[in-house]
């Protein structure tokens, strides 16, 4: 199996965006333990061509929105370890916060981001840094010319800031209007989404499913990983979340 995991801040709230530092530690054990290989988000992208499943399962790790908590809990540990991680990073709120728009959301912590020196300090101890748009917008509220902005920006910002052009994109929200699977493959190699599913083979490059380790709290849920109860775990809760969407609407 191959599967990208979808992390955001690391803290004890218990949010829907939070996963615990303990439930992180727990998690880094099984990926430095050789059950499971770690590798670069883009590295994984290129495997899914491969006709055969890996021996182990695959996964490669993310962090949406650049939370300042990954400074204590996430580098250190994975640098520790060698493993690798990509950050994907709100150029317009680097060293802000995640008000998106200067508007807390409901049920949500409003919570410190990364500063510039702390994302280059992360690259260089082997983080890589994707784009996440310039002000975490939902695409599909965009003009066609301004989502091309939020990406184009954001790549400058990126680049500018930290001397290495982003490759990779992961969609605000997860919203993913038509068109603009387009914009990011003509500006990135992969774009991630919030779909929570693992890869399949030949999927397609800029709409990414990724499992979102919210999901996995209780200590050892992923030491299964790639196992068919695993999988039927992971799709019961891939179809409840596509039903809880049409009949919400959200
Ligand atoms: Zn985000």
Not at 130 to 151: D, K, Q
Not at 168 to 181: I, M, N, R
Not at 225 to 244: C, I
């Amino acid at each position: 199996m191959r599967a990208i995991l979808m992390y955001h801040s690391l803290d004890a709230s218990g949010s829907p965006i939070s996963v615990s530092p303990a439930v992180f530690r727990d998690h880094v054990r099984l990926f430095a333990s050789g059950a499971v290989d770690v590798v670069p988000l883009e590295t994984l992208a290129a495997n899914m061509g491969a006709a055969a499943a890996p021996v182990r399962p695959q996964v490669a790790l993310t962090f949406d929105d650049g939370f300042a908590n990954l400074a204590a809990e996430a580098f250190p540990l994975l640098a520790a370890h060698g493993l690798p991680a990509t950050v994907f990073v709100v150029s317009g709120q680097v060293g802000k916060d995640n008000a998106w728009g200067g508007v807390r959301a409901r049920g949500i912590p409003t919570l410190p981001l990364l500063d510039w020196e702390a994302l280059g300090a992360a690259q260089a101890q082997g983080v890589t840094i994707g784009a996440h748009t310039v002000s975490h917008p939902h695409l599909s509220a965009l003009s066609e010319a301004a989502r091309a902005e939020e990406l184009d920006r954001c790549v400058a910002d990126i680049t500018a800031r930290l001397g290495v052009r982003p490759r990779t994109l992961a969609y605000p929200f997860g919203d993913v209007p038509p068109g603009a699977e387009t914009l990011a493959a003509s500006r990135f190699a992969v774009a991630c989404t919030t779909v929570h599913r693992p890869l399949r083979a030949g999927e397609a490059l800029h709409a990414l499913p990724r499992l979102d380790a919210w999901y996995f709290r209780t200590p050892g849920a992923l030491d299964d990983l790639g196992s068919s109860a695993f999988r039927l775990r992971v799709l019961a809760r891939h179809t409840l979340r596509t039903a809880r969407r049409l009949l919400v609407r959200d």
